[in-house]
């Protein structure tokens, strides 16, 4: 029983292309996140939602977009893809800031 | 702005050895303290959580240390074994939009 799952695990894609990574949480959390692994194994956050608001790090490009279609899933939308968006992405959830972060397992995102 | 600093970057021992793994933070003004562990390819799992009044949380083989006022903590793992081998990962939780701040981890390799 996988309690936050992401797919794809793996997405290899092309310049200028838009995609989306799919997250769902079965733990009954209220908040939602995405993070950025970058080549040095850095992570950022991405975003938080949860269902009253949608906080945005500010340094991420208006071409990501989260759409939460119900409180199980936060889906990653990314528009025009560029070669510095490969990374590898990470959705986790939590209930609220005082409770452990619970990850996914990452999808690998290659632009090429 | 909050920045976390983990020492040292990398670590080899022997089986059985007790070690201590740091994490450093510039901002005291935390919620709390999270470690984590990162296997290769996978998500993080969460591994211990602190609260920002707490001044240690233990499990199992794992002991977590806080104090906040100096920007401080330090995981201690007691009697390691090849299957502690990962990335242990410290982050931060400021609140607000920065959500989990990260260091960079340790990446441990404990030697049958």
């Known amino acids: 029983d996988t309690a936050v799952s992401q797919t794809p695990k793996y997405l290899v894609t092309q310049m200028g292309n838009d995609k989306s990574i799919k997250c769902e949480q079965n733990?009954?959390?209220?908040?939602m996140y995405w993070y950025k692994q970058d080549s040095k194994k850095f992570l950022k956050i991405m975003f938080s939602y949860n269902n009253k608001e949608l906080i945005i790090n500010e340094t991420v490009p208006n071409r990501f977009s989260p759409k939460s279609p119900d409180k199980a899933h936060l889906n990653l939308h990314i528009n025009s893809l560029e070669l510095g968006d490969s990374a590898v992405y990470f959705c986790?959830?939590?209930?609220?800031?005082?409770?452990?972060?619970?990850f996914g397992n990452g999808t690998r995102l290659t632009v090429t | 702005k909050q920045e976390v600093t983990q020492i040292p970057a990398a670590l080899s021992v022997p089986e059985g050895e007790n070690l201590v793994l740091n994490c450093s933070f510039t901002d005291s003004a935390i919620y709390n303290l999270q470690w984590f562990r990162q296997d290769p390819g996978k998500g993080l799992t969460s591994l211990l959580l602190i609260q920002s009044s707490q001044r240690e949380q233990t499990s199992g083989r794992l002991n977590a240390s806080l104090d906040k006022s100096s920007g401080r903590s330090t995981l201690y793992i007691a009697a390691s074994q090849p299957g502690d081998s990962a990335t242990y990962l410290c982050?931060?939780?400021?609140?607000?939009?920065?959500?989990?701040?990260f260091g960079k981890g340790t990446h441990l390799i404990i030697q049958p």
């Open positions: 986790a959830s939590s209930h609220g800031s005082d409770s452990p972060l619970h």
């Open positions: 733990l009954g959390h209220d908040t």
């Open positions: 982050a931060v939780n400021g609140g607000g939009a920065d959500g989990l701040t």
